[in-house]
Antibody, heavy 123, light 108 residues
Framework: EVRLVESGGGLVQPGGSLKVSCAAS????????VHWVRQASGKGLEWVGR??????????AYAESVQGRFTISRDDSKNTAYLQMNSLETEDTAVYYC??????????????WGQGTTVTVSS | ENVLTQSPGTLSLSPGERATLSCRAS???????LAWYQQKPGQAPRLLIY???SRATGFPDRFSGSGSGTDFTLTISRLEPEDFAVYYC?????????FGQGTRLEIK
């Protein structure tokens, strides 16, 4: 079964840091680009950023709202991607989803999603 | 800035009716790299349409996507009770791969 499982969410104070993980199984993780998408309560989806595969030089890209504060990385030996979040603001409070880009399956868009992990930034 | 504008914000229809959802891009979407997602309460989004018009696995043929350039449409030919949800479009031709703000499809 193709699966993504996020973990590591929690409560953090403004200005703090948190690292969330995305564990993959059931497909060739190393060949896949991984995206992070967030959703504040009652709001729409916001694309956070992505990391490409080794064959694409692990290239990363970020939304302007998180550029310079968030870093996406991956460890293909562990089939895991990470989202390091620094200088957190209350506006970063959201459910964070990781997702797979469908190109690895011959599709477009984000074809596999995790269940999400909740990050709350509050004092 | 790449902005996707979805309309209407909320669409109220009855089962059996036809739904037409719009997604307009501020800049042309290259290669028709435009996707649609369905999201139900408490669930992760689910890929519905990719490449503007290709239907993802698991969705029936009453769902169809069309359009190119800056104007895209998601059509549901005859609404079933399970189709009432929020729908998002997303461009994935280049970063940032922005989403539209969503259209809520509700039962009238």
């Amino acid at each position: 079964e193709v699966r993504l499982v996020e973990s590591g969410g929690g409560l953090v104070q403004p200005g703090g840091s948190l690292k969330v993980s995305c564990a993959a199984s059931g497909f060739t993780f190393s060949a896949s680009a991984v995206h992070w998408v967030r959703q504040a309560s009652g709001k729409g989806l916001e694309w956070v950023g992505r990391i490409r595969s080794k064959s694409n030089s692990y290239a990363t890209a970020y939304a302007e709202s998180v550029q310079g504060r968030f870093t996406i990385s991956r460890d293909d030996s562990k089939n895991t991607a990470y989202l390091q979040m620094n200088s957190l603001e209350t506006e970063d409070t959201a459910v964070y989803y990781c997702s797979r880009h469908g190109a690895v399956a011959g599709l477009g868009g984000l074809d596999v999603w995790g269940q999400g992990t909740t990050v709350t930034v509050s004092s | 800035e790449n902005v996707l504008t979805q309309s209407p914000g909320t669409l109220s229809l009855s089962p059996g009716e036809r739904a037409t959802l719009s997604c307009r891009a501020s800049q042309s979407v290259s290669g028709n790299y435009l996707a649609w997602y369905q999201q139900k309460p408490g669930q992760a989004p689910r890929l519905l349409i990719y490449g503007a018009s290709s239907r993802a696995t698991g969705f029936p043929d009453r769902f169809s996507g069309s359009g190119s350039g800056t104007d895209f449409t998601l059509t549901i030919s005859r609404l079933e009770p399970e189709d009432f949800a929020v729908y998002y479009c997303q461009r994935y031709d280049s970063a940032p791969q922005t989403f539209g703000q969503g259209t809520r499809l509700e039962i009238k």
